[in-house]
């Protein structure tokens, strides 16, 4: 029988602390290093002011710069346009930079509460810290 140990084969980086959301953010680069996958599971809450937010998903080979888009080929799932309240989100990222990021864009409109979490996954060495 097969071990069904998922805990031992992922590991996870918050991208955006959970709070409310009054401007565009952009979450730090997620390393991606010792890892062949990952998902980002974004989390929303309650909208304030008809607040109008979009998603994004960004990649690099650098911690800090050079970072661009993620290609539609690239994703799994649909980024939600706009977000809406009290909703889990889940994209798969099959790109193959070392780091990633979330932009949470303010479109229009007062607030959002939303988080974001990166779960890396295929540790290449167990179990993952």
């Not at 290093?33 to 809450?45: D, K, P, Q, W, Y």
């Not at 800090?64 to 889940?90: D, E, M, N």
């Not at 990021?101 to 607030?111: E, H, I, N």
């Amino acid at each position: 029988m097969a071990s069904k140990d998922l805990y031992s084969n992922i590991s996870q980086a918050v991208a955006v602390v959970p709070a409310v959301l009054t401007a565009t953010n952009t979450s730090a680069g997620i390393d991606l290093a010792g890892f062949e996958s990952a998902a980002v599971l974004i989390n929303t809450g309650a909208i304030a002011g008809a607040g109008v937010f979009n998603v994004t998903l960004e990649e690099s080979d650098a911690s800090g710069s050079g970072f661009t888009a993620v290609p539609a080929s690239k994703i799994q799932g649909t980024l939600p346009t706009p977000l809406a309240a009290s909703t889990v989100y889940k994209l798969g990222y099959l790109g193959d930079k070392r780091y990633i990021r979330t932009v949470l864009t303010l479109a229009s409109g007062t607030s959002i509460v939303a988080g974001a979490v990166v779960l890396k996954g295929n540790a290449r060495s167990k179990p993952s810290a």
